[in-house]
């Protein structure tokens, strides 16, 4: 089994019909598209809710929280300039 803390939540989708997350893990880090009841580097997905995955080895459960990354050095203003229309002459 592989370590958990190497696991980055980079996405989830729940439908009507399913739930899935795209987990990032791996050296070089690799996506794996997983639904519950799947295995990931021998940790089961127990649960796939809004806004975490809770995954399971052995007697061990640990939650990959969905994290709104952002990038605090990242201008606060768009970094292209969007061009006006000209009157038609």
Aim: proline share 11%; hydrophobic share 40%; aromatic share 4%.
């Amino acid at each position: 089994m592989g370590p958990w803390s190497s696991f980055v939540l980079a996405g989830i989708i729940i439908s009507p019909v399913s739930r899935e997350a795209l987990i990032l893990h791996g050296k070089p880090p690799i996506v794996v598209h997983v639904q519950e009841g799947q295995d990931v580097d021998g940790w089961l997905v127990t649960s796939i809710l809004p806004d975490r995955v809770v995954l399971r080895g052995g007697t061990t459960e640990h939650e990959l929280k969905l994290l709104d990354k952002v990038d605090s050095t990242a201008p606060k203003t768009p970094n292209f300039i969007v061009p006006r229309a000209r009157p038609a002459p």
